[in-house]
């Protein structure tokens, strides 16, 4: 079974930066993904990474990196200059991704499998 942890979020004033981290449990699979989900406002992806590429939102290209570390089996979102509008909860998610199903481009919630509980990023002006 797989399981997501998300960790790293806080409150922070715009300009800093926070780190975000994603410890994987089970079995990691390479399709990974970064979402947010403001109040009132649906879920989106703001960064993801396969095998062979890495996509970001135009929202935040340039300001935050993802990566991982296979050998510790996690996932890290780097948010540098931040802004009061990436105040959200960020998850952290996964997926299978065979040759018949292969890890899109642009991350979609409804593509993926497996998901973290979320840890909040406040960011004040």
């Known amino acids: 079974q797989v399981q997501l942890v998300e960790s790293g979020g806080g409150s922070v004033q715009a300009g800093e930066s926070l780190t975000l981290s994603c410890a994987v449990s089970?079995?990691?699979?390479?399709?990974m993904a970064w979402f947010r989900q403001a109040p009132g406002k649906e879920r989106e992806g703001v960064a993801g990474?396969?095998?062979?590429?890495?996509y970001y939102d135009d929202s935040v290209k340039g300001r935050f990196t993802i990566s991982r570390d296979n050998t510790k089996n996690t996932l890290y979102l780097q948010m540098n200059s931040l802004k009061s509008e990436d105040t959200a909860m960020y998850y952290c998610?996964?997926?299978?991704?065979?040759?018949?199903?292969?890890?899109?481009?642009?991350?979609?919630?409804?593509?993926?499998?497996?998901w973290g509980q979320g840890t909040q990023v406040t960011v004040s002006s």
């Open positions: 990474i396969s095998s062979s590429r890495i």
């Open positions: 998610a996964s997926r299978r991704s065979p040759y018949w199903r292969p890890c899109p481009v642009v991350p979609e919630s409804a593509d993926f499998d497996y």
């Open positions: 089970g079995y990691s699979y390479s399709c």
